[in-house]
C-alpha cells in the first residue's frame, strides 16, 4: 500500500522545539520533490517548506524563515521538518505531500500554548 505516515507532533509550549517526521512505504521518493503543509482550524492548507530531489531547500511561507527546516534522508524514505521557537500561531495539523503522485499524509496535530 503507497502512503505516507507523519508523526512528531504534539503539544508544547512557546519558544520549544518540535521535529516532524514522513516516512513512505510502498514506493521510493528518492530523487523526487517533497513538500510540508500546515492547516490551522478554519483556514487554508498553505505549503510551509520544499525541497528537491537533490535537497535544495525552501522554506515557503514567510512566518516561519528563520525557524523551521525542512531536510530529507532517502535511505530512510523519511522527511524531516525541524520546527524551532514555536509559537502559537504555528498551531495547525501538518501534512506531508509528494506532488509527482499527489499522495497526502494523514497528518499530524501540532499545538503550541502556554
Known amino acids: 500500500q503507497v502512503q505516507l505516515v507523519e508523526s512528531g507532533g504534539g503539544s508544547v509550549q512557546p519558544g520549544e522545539s518540535l521535529r516532524l517526521s514522513c516516512t513512505a512505504s510502498?514506493?521510493?521518493?528518492?530523487?523526487?520533490?517533497l513538500n510540508w503543509y500546515r492547516q490551522a482550524s478554519g483556514e487554508g492548507r498553505e505549503m510551509v517548506a520544499t525541497i528537491s530531489g537533490t535537497g535544495v531547500r525552501r522554506t515557503q511561507l514567510r512566518p516561519v524563515q528563520g525557524r523551521f527546516s525542512i531536510s530529507r534522508d532517502d535511505a530512510k524514505n523519511t522527511v524531516y521538518l525541524q520546527m524551532d521557537n514555536l509559537k502559537p500561531e504555528d498551531t495547525a495539523v501538518y501534512y506531508c505531500?509528494?506532488?509527482?503522485?499527489?499522495?497526502w499524509g494523514q497528518g499530524t496535530q501540532v499545538t503550541v500554548s502556554s
Open positions: 505531500n509528494f506532488p509527482a503522485t499527489n499522495i
Open positions: 510502498g514506493f521510493t521518493f528518492s530523487n523526487y520533490r
